[in-house]
DNA sequence: AGGATACTTCGCTGGAAACCGAATGATGGA
DNA sequence: TCCATCATTCGGTTTCCAGCGAAGTATCCT
């Protein structure tokens, strides 16, 4: 047997070793979603200590089998390509079963509509961004990863169908060259899994929502109301379809 | 989480534990090629002592992921079915690489043509069973497992045409009723890894063919010399096209 | 029948790693 | 600015299992 050889079946079997431990298979099923998760979650799914779990965690990552992306102070990791998943796949075949994800228990109210710093999250915000990629007013920014394979979040740029919409709307996106802020881009919605629109951009259509009352904060949180004018704007102006907010 | 996905989390990582052993890893890689190997010749390539081997072996046989077929004193190791070799191909592909073989260090003679108890072995006894099966003289006995998924070897029986065939060779295939013995069966070829024809039948064929000096004996080992004469008849009578023995 | 070969079982040892709690950064919210 | 929360690092304990040799069983080869 030659050398290479014996670096492929070296490789096989640290794979496997990550995947062996209880703990880590159970997260990485519950990340077969293709979502991400946060470390504490994750810990949660795995029932260990924090602390454990982001031992797990590190091993993981290191290997290369889950990708970290940071955003203030979580870390959200996921699946780092397809071809983990396929590995995944194939062992939960073999295993004879069907792959299941693990329930969110994010409030309802939280996870249709709340602010995210200073921009739009949630369900609504989700749902928001794709139409505004489905419609044509935004695009991926050229050289920018658009399923994040570079654990970056994606870059968009303005249409200029999204600069004509935007200025019928009265959104002003000529944005104050504020800093070295990013104008738009991808940001991971915690109770989704998926982007929503953040950015430069993402801040000014939350002020824009909730100036024109589409949108209106709750007290004590980051909880926001979506408006019955704010329901009714959404599909006028974006096509835009939403389920009711649950709880 | 419910109790069934948490199953399937434990069964993928007593898999993947299966895997992940260095020693283990390097074992089923060999067995990717698709054939058996002998636990003395996987204790070589896992690189340990055969007592070693052996507990490996058993348990990778436990989970299911080879399959054990004894034959004499040796013990025959093949993956189990296709799926276990999907998730080492998966995992081979995350690893970056493609799969190889370990060599085969047999004498070039002996895998081209030996006895096997009472019957052919080698090169040209997979080939001659695999030609027997292409023209339609042998066909799997019903209720026997084709691709001896049971860890059975499987049963075959004469057509009509067959038959025909081997009485105008003049090979008397009605086999005297010795005790229970088989008839016609695959049997697993050390050299070539895939079934050769074994049981009544095969024994009755090598007979034949060294009646008829088609083969002869060499002396002090099982080793077999395929003549000129045998070679021309194969051809002849089976339309059997063979590579020159090397060595 | 006897000797060689193939494999398994047993008992023991050593090293690897999973685990937790406590302490230490890092970040957001008030 | 202070506090709460999220996450990581560290130290120490415990459990697990791969490894070997020796002895035992099965099968073959002559």
Redesign the pocket.
């Known amino acids: 047997m030659d050398v290479e050889q014996a670096d492929v079946n070296l490789a096989i079997a640290q794979i496997a070793?990550a995947i062996?431990?209880?703990?880590r298979a159970r997260m990485l099923c519950a990340l077969m979603d293709g979502r991400a998760y946060?470390?504490?979650?994750l810990?949660t799914v795995?029932?260990?200590?924090?602390?454990?779990?982001?031992?797990?965690?590190?091993?993981l990552t290191d290997l290369g089998l889950l990708h970290?992306v940071?955003?203030?102070?979580?870390?959200?990791f996921r699946l780092a390509n397809a071809e983990v998943a396929q590995v995944l796949e194939s062992m939960m075949q073999l295993a004879g079963q069907q792959p299941k994800s693990i329930q969110s228990t994010t409030p309802a109210s939280l996870r249709f509509a709340r602010s995210c710093?200073d921009h739009l999250a949630g369900t609504v915000a989700v749902a928001l961004l794709q139409q505004l990629l489905k419609l044509g007013w935004l695009a991926p920014a050229p050289g920018s990863d658009v399923l994040s394979a570079s654990g970056q979040q994606p870059d968009y740029q303005l249409t200029a169908l999204g600069k004509a919409g935007f200025s019928a709307l009265g959104v002003d996106y000529q944005a104050k060259p504020q800093s070295k802020r990013r104008y738009a881009c991808g940001c991971l919605d915690w109770s989704e899994r998926t982007a929503h629109l953040g950015g430069q951009l993402g801040a000014l259509l939350l002020a824009f929502m909730l100036e024109k009352q589409w949108l209106r904060r709750m007290l004590?949180?980051?909880e926001l109301q979506l408006t019955d004018l704010g329901k009714r704007q959404l599909n006028k102006q974006f096509a835009l379809q939403l389920p009711a907010p649950k709880g």
């Open positions: 070793a062996a431990e209880p703990a946060t470390a504490t979650e810990a795995a029932d260990t200590a924090a602390s454990t779990a982001s031992a797990h965690l590190s091993r970290k940071s955003q203030g102070r979580h870390r959200y710093y004590g949180n980051r």
